[in-house]
């Protein structure tokens, strides 16, 4: 059974930067697309970043996140720049169709 394990998350002031990371256990990472969603308090779970054959953003974070993967080590990044207090929110990683378990995820806070 494959298996997320998001880390990286924390407190970070507006303006700051983080770099999120996510490994997959299993063998097939290579082969799927990635994601990294997030969830806000009170709020539906977003995808936030996606890339397989190409990359996709979130309009409200295009520009300041980037989302990479090596596949050597399974491990998907999310790097953040420009951090805003509406980033606030848990940050998930899972395919774009949600085909895993979500994992525990890794919180991200935005303020001064």
């Known amino acids: 059974q494959v298996q997320l394990v998001e880390s990286g998350g924390g407190l970070v002031q507006p303006g700051g930067s983080l770099r999120l990371s996510c490994a997959v256990s299993?063998?097939?990472?290579?082969?799927?697309?990635m994601a990294w969603y997030r969830q806000a308090p009170g709020k539906q779970r977003e995808l936030v970043a996606s890339?397989?054959?190409?990359?996709h953003y979130a309009d409200s974070v295009k520009g300041r996140f980037t989302i990479s993967r090596d596949n050597a080590k399974n491990t998907v990044y999310l790097q953040m720049n420009s951090l805003r207090p509406d980033d606030t929110a848990v940050y998930y990683c899972?395919?774009?169709?949600?085909?895993?378990?979500w994992g525990q995820g890794t919180q991200v806070t935005v303020s001064s």
């Open positions: 899972n395919t774009p169709s949600v085909r895993f378990h």
């Open positions: 299993g063998s097939i990472f290579g082969d799927i697309a």
């Open positions: 890339v397989g054959t190409s990359t």
